[in-house]
């Protein structure tokens, strides 16, 4: 069955067809939903709201986008609405020390260059690294980040300016 006829089912009331809908796409709203809050444990509740949200405004969807593309939209809400609820930042950060320990042993490099920029991006100031996840990584327009995350067009361009500029530095180390 095509993802088409899923949601379509989905919209009529199909259970089985929405948790096949969660299944071809929990992953990428969990990894979303991870980089934006840097937290496995919030990551996976913001995850669980996502898709209980999607339920309910499954009506809403209209076909004119990927599936996927609206479930993105209305994680990215979810988390900077939580965010803003909550009002801190700071509450978003992992703690260096949960993050995997690196192996000096030379052998999967790739692996290790992966948990350094993850490592390096938990560091970033929380703006800069919300600015920089949902601009670089994530691909929004400067234009859609000022909108939602409620910032001037130039200090969202500012954000990413500082967060590559300290990215660069972290990962010469």
Same mark, same amino acid.
């Given at each position: 069955?095509?993802?088409?006829?899923?949601?379509?089912?989905?919209?009529?009331?199909?259970?089985?067809?929405?948790?096949? /809908?969660?299944r071809?796409?929990?992953?990428?709203?969990?990894?979303?939903?991870?980089?934006?809050?840097?937290?496995?444990?919030?990551?996976?509740?913001?995850?669980?709201?996502?898709?209980?949200?999607?339920?309910?405004?499954?009506?809403?969807?209209?076909?004119?986008?990927?599936? /996927?593309?609206?479930?993105?939209?209305?994680?990215?809400?979810?988390?900077?609405g939580?965010?803003?609820?909550?009002?801190?930042?700071?509450?978003?950060?992992?703690?260096?020390?949960?993050?995997?320990?690196?192996?000096?042993?030379?052998?999967?490099?790739?692996?290790?260059?992966?948990?350094?920029?993850?490592?390096?991006?938990?560091?970033?100031?929380?703006?800069?690294?919300?600015?920089?996840?949902?601009?670089?990584?994530?691909?929004? #327009?400067?234009?859609?980040?000022?909108?939602?995350?409620?910032?001037?067009?130039?200090?969202? #361009?500012?954000?990413?300016?500082?967060?590559?500029?300290?990215?660069?530095?972290? /990962?010469?180390?």
């Amino acid at each position: 069955m095509t993802e088409a006829e899923l949601v379509r089912q989905a919209q009529a009331g199909d259970t089985e067809a929405f948790e096949e /809908l969660y299944r071809l796409h929990v992953s990428r709203i969990y990894g979303l939903c991870l980089r934006m809050c840097a937290n496995p444990a919030k990551a996976e509740d913001l995850t669980q709201e996502a898709f209980i949200r999607a339920w309910q405004k499954l009506s809403s969807f209209r076909r004119q986008s990927s599936l /996927l593309t609206w479930l993105h939209r209305l994680t990215v809400n979810l988390v900077l609405g939580e965010i803003r609820s909550k009002g801190r930042w700071e509450s978003r950060l992992t703690a260096i020390d949960s993050l995997p320990e690196q192996s000096d042993d030379g052998a999967g490099a790739k692996p290790e260059a992966a948990v350094d920029l993850e490592r390096a991006i938990s560091q970033l100031p929380p703006q800069a690294r919300m600015v920089f996840i949902l601009h670089d990584i994530e691909g929004y #327009k400067h234009k859609e980040i000022a909108d939602l995350c409620g910032l001037a067009v130039g200090t969202s #361009k500012a954000h990413l300016h500082r967060a590559r500029k300290q990215l660069r530095k972290a /990962l010469k180390r």
